[in-house]
């Protein structure tokens, strides 16, 4: 099918059904792809330091809900658990910024399950959040 004579955009616009996503949904995932495949040390920071202006649980319980994002931003604290050497400021500086964006999406998604590790998720489960058991369960899984 080729395109009028008229404008492209207009064509696009009118022969694509897919509407276009909502701006907060492509925000989300521009921050998510710049910190699953950026390796500089700026962009990784600003980009962390871009995730603490979420304020929508259902945004933060999506980013929390990618593995990937979790682990990436999880990473600079595990690796650092249990070793004292010095880092360079820049380490530093993400070890921050992750570890605070980390901890604010994780209590503005208010649930529980993403202060755990995705692996370790299957512990809760929201419906019987008052056992006990499974509250023991977690208490055990986040090390407390």
Known sequence: MRPPAGSLAE???NNI???PEPVSTLKLIAVKRVISTSEDSNALVYAAVNLRAIS??????????DDELYYRLSEPWRLRQGVHALLS???????????????HLA????????????DQRALFAPESSHSH??????GTAIGI
């Open 133 to 138: 058991c499974q509250m023991a369960e977690l």
């Open 11 to 13: 064509w696009l616009q």
């Open 89 to 103: 400021k820049a380490q530093e500086a993400q070890w921050e910024s992750f570890s605070c964006a980390l901890m």
């Open 56 to 65: 929508s649980r259902d945004d933060a319980q999506k980013l929390l809900g």
């Open 17 to 19: 059904p897919r509407s």
């Open 107 to 118: 209590l503005t998604s208010q649930s529980v399950e993403f202060f755990l590790p995705p």
